[in-house]
């Protein structure tokens, strides 16, 4: 689940599974499973267990994704190669 503010550009992820690397102006970090991470232009990126892994899964569930592909700036190749699958 991935999680972005849009008055501050706070970022938050919560990995329920798999693994993931994130690099942010303020370093890189790797997250395996039931791991979580914030950050802010303010603080230093950081790595947390995941305490309530239902809680999360629940919400990423219920709440469907939101895109808007022409917000995506893709490049026509960009968009060759997503094809319908970005509309």
């Given at each position: 689940?991935?999680?972005?503010?849009?008055?501050?550009?706070?970022?938050?992820?919560?990995?329920?599974?798999?693994?993931?690397?994130?690099?942010?102006?303020?370093?890189?970090?790797?997250?395996?499973?039931?791991?979580?991470?914030?950050?802010?232009?303010?603080?230093?990126?950081?790595?947390?267990?995941?305490?309530?892994?239902?809680?999360?899964l629940q919400?990423?569930?219920?709440?469907?994704?939101?895109?808007?592909?022409?917000?995506?700036?893709?490049?026509p190749d960009?968009?060759?190669?997503?094809?319908?699958?970005?509309?």
């Amino acid at each position: 689940m991935l999680e972005v503010a849009e008055t501050n550009s706070a970022l938050h992820l919560a990995l329920i599974d798999g693994r993931v690397g994130l690099e942010t102006s303020a370093g890189t970090i790797a997250l395996e499973k039931a791991k979580t991470s914030n950050y802010s232009p303010v603080n230093l990126l950081t790595k947390t267990a995941l305490i309530n892994i239902p809680a999360n899964l629940q919400w990423a569930l219920y709440y469907p994704a939101v895109l808007n592909p022409d917000e995506l700036n893709l490049s026509p190749d960009d968009q060759r190669a997503f094809g319908r699958s970005a509309r």
